[in-house]
């Protein structure tokens, strides 16, 4: 079975543009996670997406959103971008009946986003 | 202070020695991973665990719930070990969110 990839793996761009990240979760997997990780915060939560809906979110500004499709594949999405947000952009996916409770998750490789 | 709390933050070992990271939460938690990532990016989880004690390989990974306390040992240490470990936990009714901690930056020197 493929495991989570993440597109593209390595980003470039310019204080102020916007971008968007995707992620196509382990197939039959239905929730995905995005997690940012700076060397000053280290990873922090940004939020999930199951069947469609955002079910969690971390404590990040309104220029960070995501969706999640009826495939399950994901994109998240950084509008006027900040020095700030360089970091590595990370989504893991894990089967879930959508009951609360905890799936084991399993990590894509990352998208590397530099913002110069 | 943070949720959840690694050390030490940096271990240097010579390559055989048996080597244990700690990982110490606050919170109640559904279940807890231990995470390696190597230089450039990827992240593996190497166990999840919501009690006792697995082990793959060289691998051994225990947690004490009543204790809010987890440990990951290396047995016979080798250079390839070389990566940054991550504790991360799944809250009680937080479904899939992890909080993480600030990772031990492990090197084994042959």
């Known amino acids: 079975k493929a495991g989570v990839t993440q597109t593209p793996r390595y980003l470039i761009k310019t204080r102020g543009q916007q971008v968007t990240l995707s992620c196509s979760p382990i197939?039959?997997?239905?929730?995905v996670s995005w997690y940012q990780q700076t060397p000053g915060q280290g990873l922090q939560f940004l939020f999930e997406y199951f069947s469609e809906t955002q079910r969690n979110k971390g404590n990040f500004p309104g220029r960070f959103s995501g969706r999640q499709f009826s495939n399950s594949r994901s994109e998240m999405n950084v509008s006027t971008l900040e020095l700030g947000d360089s970091a590595l952009y990370l989504c893991?996916?894990?089967?879930?009946?959508?009951?609360?409770?905890?799936?084991?998750?399993?990590f894509g490789p990352g998208t590397r986003l530099t913002v110069l | 202070k943070n949720e959840v709390e690694q050390s030490p933050q940096n271990l240097t070992a010579q390559e055989g020695e048996f080597i244990t990271i700690n990982c110490s939460y606050s919170?109640?938690?559904?279940?807890l991973h231990w995470l390696q990532q190597h230089p450039g990016g990827g992240i593996v989880s190497l166990f999840m665990l919501s009690s006792g004690k697995k082990k793959h390989g060289r691998l051994i990974a225990t947690i004490n719930i009543q204790e809010k306390h987890s440990s990951l040992h290396i047995t016979a240490s080798h250079p390839r070990d070389s990566a940054v470990y991550i504790c991360a936990v799944a809250r009680n009714f937080g479904n899939e969110k992890l909080t993480f901690g600030t990772g031990t930056r492990l090197t084994i020197i042959p």
């Open positions: 197939s039959g997997h239905r929730s």
């Open positions: 919170v109640g938690i559904s279940a």
């Open positions: 893991a996916s894990s089967w879930t009946s959508g009951r609360a409770g905890y799936n084991e998750q399993f």
